[in-house]
């Protein structure tokens, strides 16, 4: 393998562990909380990372891995947890690039809350078609766009504070 390869293998490695980790911690403190089912899915710092830096397989390579690690290490792999991260994640990555490539002019703030709001609303529909079987499960429809748009901002904040404070790798902007 040549230098740059490896280098780019390397750094996904790394980003991919980094986003396993926060995952990892953050589910295990939310589960905590009185709502274990919300989170500000701060491990999107990496996923937004990449989809702003026109690096949309790395970030969906990301997304799967970081929902798989973090079910193998919290022992809910086959639980349907799994199954409501990555296609909610999955979904907000193709959201996020989708509202990226279309040159309307979002901001990484737009991108992220659109990720958001995706990533909520596919584990609506998950739940709605596979675990409930009930329509009363969009009840929590304007409840989880709000957090939505909450985690979103937050996430892009996030996201451009650590590309600055950390003078993250530079990858071409697409």
Known sequence: MNQN??????????????AS????VEGL????????FIRLGLSNVVVLYLVWN??????????????????????TLLSPS?????????????????????RMGFSI?????IGAIAHNLTQLVVVRN????????FMLTPFLISIGLLS??????????AEAKFKLPAIERK
Request: hydrophobic share 60%; charged share 10%.
């Open 54 to 75: 026109g690096k949309f397989m790395n970030a969906i390579a990301v997304n799967v891995a970081k929902a798989l690690i973090g079910g193998l290490f919290t022992l």
């Open 130 to 137: 596979v675990i409930i079987r009930s329509d009363s499960v």
């Open 109 to 113: 703030y737009g991108i992220s809350i």
């Open 21 to 24: 980790s926060i995952h990892i």
């Open 152 to 161: 979103g901002f937050i996430i892009a904040y996030i996201t451009l504070y």
């Open 82 to 102: 799994t199954l409501l991260s990555i296609s909610g994640g999955l979904i907000a990555v193709v959201a996020m690039q989708l509202s990226k490539s279309t």
């Open 5 to 18: 390869v490896e280098n780019r293998l390397l750094t996904l490695a790394l980003l991919t562990a980094a």
């Open 29 to 36: 403190i939310m589960r905590m909380l009185p709502l274990p």
